[in-house]
């Protein structure tokens, strides 16, 4: 069953880039996109793992020793396919979500910070009928 969460644009850490390119390989494996090397970062003002216990993640597992596997959660924001993505080892709060497509988001979808965003989260079981 999928859910539907809200929340705000925001900027990330500044690594989000770094960390995708590193992931880059897993990701196109394992979730078969070739994504955007960075992240849209979308505070949903609370930890997102109270919503977990209703999704199943497709764990991807690191792609090199010393990283750490990263959860991922299909999903549909504004029209267009992404992943929440949940890296085990993160200094993001758990009330940010991290959001991975094979577009630039922000520039695609015309976001900017603090902007008002819905996002539907499916469990990774349920997205292939998207």
Known sequence: MPIKLKGKIVSGLGVGAKYVQLYRGVFNK???????PGTLNIDIG?????????????????PRKGLGCVLAYPGI??????YVI???ITNHGRNILEIIS???????????????????IYDEEDYSYI
């Open 30 to 36: 394992y979730l078969g996109i070739d994504p955007y």
């Open 46 to 62: 609370q930890d997102f793992f109270i919503y977990t216990k209703k999704l199943k993640a497709k764990i991807i597992p690191p």
């Open 77 to 82: 924001l504004m029209g267009i396919k992404i």
């Open 86 to 88: 949940k890296p085990c």
């Open 102 to 120: 094979d577009k630039n988001l922000r520039k695609t979808l015309n976001l900017k910070d603090n902007d008002i965003v819905e996002i539907i």
